[in-house]
């Protein structure tokens, strides 16, 4: 199956840097998603970003489909940004099914 | 819109009973949802697909004696761990696909615990 590799795995950052987290993807997909689950387990839809730039607020997405990688950049970090991060691909399976396979997460830890 | 709920939040059962979880689409319709567990620091697998109506379809390894699922309407799908071992202590979450845009609504999660 197709494997999806986020890095850092951690990372902690002083409240107001900037960070950008990596997620690689083994083959072609229809769609990528970035999460944030939040301390209580609540997942958050950040961006749906197949391919190109998105941004919305202090956050920002870009995919290469080419090259079989996502970036999210966050600026400015605050402290309500701790959490884990995820990146899930979309793919149709052989069964013509779809599924979503997540990465392994960043988990990223924002001190004031 | 789009919300998914889950119910109960938190359950804490005896080995070898069963528990039921519901995931409910309180404002949209989901002919598709899907079940995902995640333990303590890792990621979401998916369990399986519950598809409103047939069968749910499992994924490898994910044994559907143990862990049955029900799809009765187009809101509401129901996963229940039977004789629960204390290695199904997890977080149980459910995802929601709209017929609408195709998109995946999460919701807020369950977190088993087996004593």
């Known amino acids: 199956g197709i494997q999806v590799e986020q890095s850092p795995p951690d990372l902690i950052l002083q409240e107001g840097a900037n960070s950008t987290l990596r997620c690689n993807f083994s083959?072609?997909?229809?769609?990528l998603q970035w999460f944030h689950q939040n301390p209580w387990g609540q997942l958050i839809n950040l961006f749906y970003i197949p391919s190109g730039t998105k941004q919305n607020g202090r956050l920002s997405a870009t995919t290469v489909a080419t090259e079989r990688y996502s970036l999210l950049y966050i600026s400015s970090s605050q402290t309500t940004d701790s959490g884990v991060y995820f990146c899930?691909?979309?793919?149709?399976?052989?069964?013509?099914?779809?599924?979503?396979?997540f990465g392994s997460g960043t988990r990223l830890q924002v001190q004031p | 819109g789009a919300v998914v709920s889950q119910h109960p939040s938190r359950v804490i059962c005896k080995s070898g009973t069963s528990v039921k979880i519901e995931c409910r689409s309180l404002d949209f319709q989901a002919t598709t949802m899907f079940w995902y567990r995640q333990f303590p620091k890792q990621s979401l697998m998916l369990m399986a697909t519950s598809n409103e109506g047939s069968k749910a379809t499992y994924e490898q390894g994910v044994e559907k004696d143990k862990f049955l699922i029900n799809h009765a309407s187009l809101t509401l799908s129901t996963l229940t761990v039977t004789s629960a071992h204390p290695e199904d202590s997890s977080f149980y979450i459910c995802?929601?696909?709209?017929?609408?845009?195709?998109?995946?609504?999460f919701g807020p999660g369950t977190r088993l615990t087996v004593t």
């Open positions: 083959d072609s997909v229809n769609n």
């Open positions: 899930a691909v979309d793919r149709t399976m052989d069964t013509g099914r779809r599924a979503l396979t």
């Open positions: 995802s929601a696909e709209s017929e609408e845009d195709y998109e995946q609504y």
